[in-house]
């Protein structure tokens, strides 16, 4: 089992920046890869980045590449997700994820899920 909690989000004006946090337990943190997703009202969960457990590569969506930066600290068994020129767009509750193997921009790949930190961007 693996608990992940995510903290960060918040109301914001377009431009501004975030930094989400997703804390995890239970299990080495070193031992998963990591995602991050959001999910609009009304929309299906989409993928936003994924970084790799040993190499540290990453991975990100078109639509946040350049603006969104994923990084992890094993030692702190967290995982970040920085967020710069934020737009309205980009409003969604956004969720950290662990995967052992699949494809990172599927969703059914991941396995542990947390609750969801709520981005507010305003125009």
């Known amino acids: 089992q693996v608990q992940l909690s995510e903290s960060g989000g918040g109301l914001v004006q377009a431009g501004d920046s975030l930094r989400l946090s997703c804390a995890a337990s239970?299990?080495?943190?070193?031992?998963?890869?990591m995602g991050w997703f959001r999910q609009a009202p009304g929309k299906e969960r989409e993928f936003v980045a994924a970084?790799?457990?040993?190499?540290?590569?990453?991975y990100y969506a078109d639509s946040v590449k350049g603006r969104f930066t994923i990084s992890r600290d094993n030692a702190k068994n967290t995982v970040y997700l920085q967020m710069n020129s934020l737009k309205p767009e980009d409003t969604a509750i956004y969720y950290c994820?662990?995967?052992?193997?699949?494809?990172?921009?599927?969703?059914?790949?991941?396995?542990?899920w947390g609750q969801g930190t709520q981005v507010t961007v305003s125009s």
């Open positions: 994820a662990t995967i052992d193997s699949g494809t990172y921009c599927d969703v059914n790949a991941y396995d542990y």
């Open positions: 239970g299990r080495t943190f070193s031992t998963f890869d």
């Open positions: 970084i790799n457990r040993s190499s540290g590569n990453k």
